[in-house]
């Protein structure tokens, strides 16, 4: 059975370029969370979608935003990329919405985005 | 102050060690506890998964949490070079309108020599 996948896998942008992440859930994981590690502030939570509604969000800026489609496949964005973007992105998706019934959350391998 | 509170190490130990990680937290609403190892440069990896209080065994690995005390800590026994790698606790709650966020620890580094 497939893990979950992220691609690209490693990018580079310059400052106030946006870019776009994509995850592929586990096969039949309908819900899809996005993560920032960074060596000062570790791993932090993003945002989470559900059957394509976003159903939690973290305390990022709004340049951070995300969407989820039908097939629970899931992109997010960040718009004017600042340098403190650097980071390690990474997705990670669970069989249903809640930690309930021993739901468990598993991670891709994250996308490394680069900011000069 | 951080709502979970874990020593980043790094912890270094002689093979065939028993391990011991720790995390302590501040939210009492937190029910679910888990522990992630990750490789460097790869994602976690989950390791753990406890509901609650309790102990759980799963081969070289068990997880122990201490609600009263709000502090959960992951045992490895017979430590391999292999078990090299940053852990992660991570912790959540159950949330009102539904849905995933897990709190992290800053993460363990842990070295095992030969």
């Known amino acids: 059975k497939a893990g979950v996948t992220q691609t690209p896998r490693y990018l580079i942008k310059t400052r106030g370029q946006q870019v776009t992440l994509s995850c592929s859930p586990i096969s039949g994981h309908r819900s899809v969370s996005w993560y920032q590690q960074t060596p000062g502030q570790g791993l932090q939570f993003l945002f989470e979608?559900?059957?394509?509604?976003?159903?939690n969000k973290g305390n990022f800026p709004g340049r951070f935003s995300g969407r989820q489609f039908s097939n629970s496949r899931s992109e997010m964005n960040v718009s004017t990329l600042e340098l403190g973007d650097s980071a390690l992105y990474l997705c990670a998706s669970s069989l249903d919405a809640g930690l309930s019934s021993g739901n468990t959350i598993y991670f891709g391998e994250g996308s490394w985005l680069t900011v000069v | 102050q951080k709502e979970v509170e874990q020593d980043p190490g790094p912890l270094s130990v002689p093979e065939g060690a028993i391990v011991s990680l720790n995390c302590t937290y501040s939210n009492s609403a937190f029910q679910y506890f888990m522990w992630y190892r990750q490789y460097s440069r790869k994602g976690p990896e989950l390791l753990m998964y406890t509901y609650s209080s309790g102990n759980k065994e799963d081969g070289r690995f068990t997880a122990q949490v201490d609600k009263s005390s709000k502090y959960i800590s992951l045992f490895i026994r017979d430590s391999q070079p292999s078990d090299s790698a940053t852990y992660l606790c991570?912790?959540?709650?159950?949330?009102?309108?539904?849905?995933?966020?897990?709190?992290f620890g800053t993460g363990t580094q842990l070295k095992v020599e030969l």
């Open positions: 979608y559900f059957s394509e509604t976003q159903r």
């Open positions: 991570a912790m959540s709650a159950t949330l009102t309108g539904g849905g995933n966020k897990l709190t």
